[in-house]
């Protein structure tokens, strides 16, 4: 079943409402265009990406997308969306720098635009910085030249950053179709979805993040969690250390895509 967001976590309601308020006064008519359509995010589970992946297996498409990582392998993929974010940010980096985990960050363009050096932070300290649309929108709902739009806007500003450019990204949501994920494709980036989803941007309780997470978590899995909720921070040593004792690894989404071939 899909989950509306209704953000509890002040957090991610302040990062979105920063989104928002900057959005419409420096985008003007171009956002005025599609925002009211677009500004809710529908999550889809991880049951139905499968789902979805098995339909384009039976219909002969092909993507380039990342749905999980080695199956064979102990080892998971620490991802956060919704980035950066003034107040997380730096605390998420202290976290893996002290356990001694790289993971990959899914930043929004607008808000990497007012904290490149939170990007920057995120880039030297040997994460994967990947494209989660300049405006945080649901792609499935805008016209097709404003997903390009939105893609290539996160790619500049990041390259504007960082010298270099992105590999992967991330439709909000998860929300893709065949000219989401075909206009990603067309500027070089891969899709990476995810197999675990603690729903943490709800802010659901710190117990109850990490025990979905570790309920679920298997052998190359993606787990989706966000930059911008207190609780994911106040949780995430004692789910990382918990998987280290489990003997899991820890990958970026680059380190996965080469284990599996990609």
Not at 128 to 149: A, C, F, I, Q
Request: proline share 4%.
């Amino acid at each position: 079943m899909r989950k509306i967001i209704m953000v509890s976590s002040l957090g991610v309601l302040a990062a979105l409402g920063l989104l928002l308020g900057c959005q419409r006064a420096s985008s003007g008519g171009r956002a005025d265009r599609f925002w009211a359509r677009a500004l809710q995010e529908v999550y889809k589970t991880p049951e139905e990406l499968q789902a979805q992946h098995q339909r384009e297996i039976r219909k002969g498409l092909v993507f380039a997308k990342l749905m999980h990582g080695d199956p064979h392998t102990r080892a998971v993929a620490l991802t956060f969306d919704d980035g950066p974010h003034p107040q997380y940010t730096t605390k998420l980096l202290s976290i893996l720098q002290k356990y001694h985990v790289k993971a990959t960050f899914f930043v929004v363009g607008k808000m990497a635009q007012q904290y490149p050096d939170l990007v920057k932070a995120e880039h030297a300290a040997g994460h994967v910085v990947g494209n989660h649309t300049y405006d945080h929108v649901n792609l499935t709902r805008v016209p097709l030249d404003e997903v390009s739009t939105e893609w290539r806007k996160c790619d500049d500003t990041i390259k504007s950053i960082l010298g270099t450019q992105m590999r992967f990204c991330r439709p909000p949501g998860g929300d893709y179709d065949a000219a989401v994920i075909t206009a990603a494709q067309d500027l070089g980036l891969t899709t990476v979805l995810w197999t675990d989803d603690p729903s943490d941007y709800a802010s659901p309780g710190d117990t109850v993040i990490e025990q979905r997470v570790l309920d679920r978590i298997g052998n190359g899995g993606i787990i989706l969690i966000h930059d911008g909720v207190q609780q994911t921070v106040d949780v995430l040593p004692q789910i990382i250390s918990t998987l280290q004792k489990k003997g899991f690894r820890f990958q970026t989404v680059e380190d996965m895509e080469k284990a599996v071939g990609g």
